[in-house]
């Protein structure tokens, strides 16, 4: 069974940074993809970042210039830099993992605050 355990959220302020991690119990490349979700209160979940087991990077257009996937395949970890921190920007941020058959796995979440 995959596990996902995600870390590195909190409290920051406006304009501040965080950087959140996603540790895996597999090899990261064993996906077709990881992503990062965020789901604020009342909002359906959306993906924020994608990368992709080629390195491909995607993201939200609301995140874009601001936030950055990145992995490192040695600590099986998948990372979410994120700068120019909004209050909007306020969630739980889920790590997503795209298995080639089967069902994606999730994270437990990790709650980012910005506070204005």
């Known amino acids: 069974q995959v596990q996902l355990m995600e870390s590195g959220g909190g409290l920051v302020q406006a304009g501040g940074s965080l950087r959140l991690s996603c540790a895996t119990s597999g090899s990261i490349f064993s996906f077709n993809a990881m992503n990062w979700y965020r789901q604020a209160p009342g909002k359906q979940r959306e993906l924020v970042a994608r990368i992709t087991k080629g390195g491909s990077t995607n993201y939200a257009d609301s995140v874009k210039g601001r936030f950055t996937i990145s992995r490192d395949s040695a600590k099986n970890t998948v990372y979410l830099q994120m700068y120019s921190l909004k209050p909007e920007d306020t969630a739980v941020y889920y790590c997503?993992?795209?298995?080639?058959?089967?069902?994606?796995?999730w994270g437990q979440g990790t709650q980012v605050t910005v506070s204005s």
């Open positions: 997503n993992a795209e298995p080639t058959v089967g069902w994606d796995y």
